[in-house]
């Protein structure tokens, strides 16, 4: 297995800002140099082990998927990428961190909505259906069931929060509050498409994409950009298609794994209360939870 990066260290580049993930570096006035480390958080909150291997994956996935996407595939949407090399920008000794594990991309302001699409019912959209028969706003069917796919994807867009706070779930009219009907029409639409399009895709490799979040910001002639990691494992609830079965999630190609030994463990005899500091992870729940990214990528890019 390959040696983990819990966090970066870059000596030739200024830290912006650490997420959950990622380690942002500046390049200049106009440029960011994302570092996918191999941290990873449940429950917002980050995890004391690394996942040996996850940034490398989680970053090839989303090149994948920009380039199918991007200007040189389906030409959905502007990409945030430069397409200069990550490695040209840090010194020799900072390589062995840069390597297959980031990004360069375009500085860019965030727009502080989450744009979550879901295809079909499942965690908290599920939760929520059971409630109000909607889903953010959005009113659904009755009779649907933990898993059902929905009769065409919708829009349930979330806050962003702080890193170690949860976003929250809102609705299409209060986007349109905090950004305006216009950014929020095009986002909800664009998203859509852009889902559409990889659930096509992943299903002719055997894989369902339940639902994924993705991030958009503006340059500075006011252009929506797609940004930030897209359709990955962590971003998305990704479902073998051949066991899947209305009523029940799958065994996912993600973290659920993890989240589900988390909701098991006890601390002096009590559940974790989902606040730091995060339980220690055992060996094995490392080893699976890697073998579940693995599995996705491989399946995705066969």
Same mark, same amino acid.
């Given at each position: 297995?390959?040696?983990?990066?819990?966090?970066?260290?870059?000596?030739?580049?200024?830290?912006?800002?650490?997420?959950?993930?990622?380690?942002?570096?500046?390049?200049?006035?106009?440029?960011?140099?994302?570092?996918?480390?191999?941290?990873?958080?449940?429950?917002?909150?980050?995890?004391?082990?690394?996942?040996?291997?996850?940034?490398?994956?989680?970053?090839?996935?989303?090149?994948?998927?920009?380039?199918?996407?991007?200007?040189?595939?389906?030409?959905?949407?502007?990409?945030?990428?430069?397409?200069? %090399?990550?490695?040209?920008?840090?010194?020799?000794?900072?390589?062995?961190?840069?390597?297959?594990?980031?990004?360069?991309?375009?500085?860019?302001?965030?727009?502080?909505?989450?744009?979550?699409?879901?295809?079909?019912?499942?965690?908290?959209?599920?939760?929520?259906?059971?409630?109000?028969?909607?889903?953010?706003?959005?009113?659904?069917?009755?009779?649907?069931?933990?898993?059902?796919?929905?009769?065409?994807?919708?829009?349930?867009?979330?806050?962003?929060?702080?890193?170690?706070?949860?976003?929250?779930?809102?609705?299409?009219?209060?986007?349109?509050?905090?950004?305006?009907?216009?950014?929020?029409?095009?986002?909800?639409?664009?998203?859509?498409?852009?889902?559409?399009?990889?659930?096509?895709?992943?299903?002719?490799?055997?894989?369902? #994409?339940?639902?994924?979040?993705?991030?958009?910001?503006?340059?500075?002639?006011?252009?929506?950009?797609?940004?930030?990691?897209?359709?990955?494992?962590?971003?998305?609830?990704?479902?073998? %298609?051949?066991?899947?079965?209305?009523?029940?999630?799958?065994?996912?190609?993600?973290?659920?794994?993890?989240?589900?030994?988390?909701?098991?463990?006890?601390?002096?005899?009590?559940?974790?209360?989902?606040?730091?500091?995060?339980?220690?992870?055992?060996?094995?729940? #490392?080893?699976?939870?890697?073998?579940?990214?693995?599995?996705?990528?491989?399946?995705?890019?066969?």
């Amino acid at each position: 297995m390959t040696s983990a990066l819990h966090t970066s260290a870059l000596t030739s580049l200024p830290l912006l800002a650490r997420g959950k993930v990622r380690d942002n570096y500046a390049v200049g006035e106009d440029r960011i140099l994302m570092v996918a480390s191999d941290r990873i958080s449940a429950f917002d909150v980050i995890m004391g082990e690394p996942i040996p291997g996850k940034g490398v994956l989680l970053t090839q996935m989303a090149l994948f998927w920009f380039d199918r996407l991007g200007p040189r595939g389906l030409n959905i949407c502007p990409i945030h990428l430069t397409g200069d %090399a990550p490695e040209s920008v840090v010194s020799a000794q900072d390589v062995a961190q840069v390597q297959g594990r980031s990004m360069l991309v375009k500085r860019l302001t965030p727009i502080p909505v989450e744009a979550v699409v879901r295809g079909y019912l499942a965690g908290s959209g599920w939760k929520e259906y059971q409630e109000h028969q909607a889903v953010c706003g959005v009113p659904l069917p009755a009779g649907l069931h933990n898993a059902s796919r929905l009769p065409q994807p919708i829009f349930t867009p979330a806050a962003k929060a702080a890193v170690g706070e949860h976003d929250e779930n809102i609705t299409f009219e209060r986007t349109v509050e905090m950004i305006g009907a216009d950014l929020a029409t095009r986002i909800r639409d664009i998203s859509i498409r852009l889902y559409e399009a990889a659930r096509d895709i992943a299903a002719a490799k055997g894989i369902l #994409i339940a639902d994924t979040k993705f991030e958009f910001g503006l340059d500075a002639e006011g252009t929506l950009v797609l940004m930030d990691e897209v359709l990955t494992p962590d971003s998305s609830r990704y479902w073998p %298609a051949d066991s899947y079965q209305e009523g029940a999630n799958p065994p996912s190609y993600d973290k659920q794994f993890l989240r589900d030994w988390l909701e098991s463990v006890l601390i002096n005899g009590k559940p974790w209360d989902k606040t730091p500091p995060a339980p220690r992870l055992p060996q094995d729940v #490392i080893e699976k939870t890697a073998a579940k990214y693995e599995e996705a990528m491989r399946k995705l890019m066969a």
